[in-house]
């Protein structure tokens, strides 16, 4: 039996060049300057909020940005890249570096006032509480003419 040896292909050519063709047909089309990546992202919901965890690994804290306005949940934040010493040339580099942007639209029952932002081991979390269901409430009617009490009315109306 024969065996052939088939040189492995790193898929990560073909990845850059999508990653780069993504970026340069949202430059074209949105008409405003694309971020190089995105990082993954969970997204859930329980009875008490929202979570939305972010995988940023090699992101200090103080490079990661969360804003919220006008019912959008605004992450950005940047990975520098390495720095390559004197005669080192890269081998692999299948990592991302540069501004990432992510928006996320809240519904109306997020309460904006109410975020929190965690960041440990490389993920950025952030829990956006549920707003409090309204509540029915009785209004006083009040009066602007002159008060008509019903034994005035009765009167009138028997005579």
């Known amino acids: 039996m024969t065996y052939y040896r088939i040189p492995a292909v790193s898929p990560a050519p073909v990845t850059a060049i999508r990653r780069e063709m993504d970026r340069l047909f949202e430059e074209v089309f949105a008409g405003r300057p694309a971020a190089s990546w995105q990082p993954a ?4 919901e329980d009875q008490q909020g929202f979570t ?12 990661l940005e969360v804003l919220a306005e006008d019912g959008v949940l605004t992450v950005r934040g940047e990975r520098a890249g390495r720095e390559r010493a004197e005669g080192e040339r890269m081998l692999i580099s299948e990592t991302t570096q540069g501004q990432f942007v992510r928006q996320f639209r809240l519904p109306k029952t997020a309460d904006l006032q109410s975020i929190q932002a965690e960041y440990d081991l490389g993920v950025l979390t952030v829990r956006v509480a549920k707003l409090a269901p ?8 009040s009066v602007q003419s002159p008060a008509v009490t019903s034994e005035a009315s009765t009167e009138t109306a028997t005579a």
């Open 52 to 63: 939305i965890a972010l995988d940023v690994p090699g992101i200090p804290a103080d490079r």
């Open 41 to 44: 992202v969970q997204a859930r």
């Open 134 to 141: 309204a509540q029915p409430r009785r209004v006083p009617v």
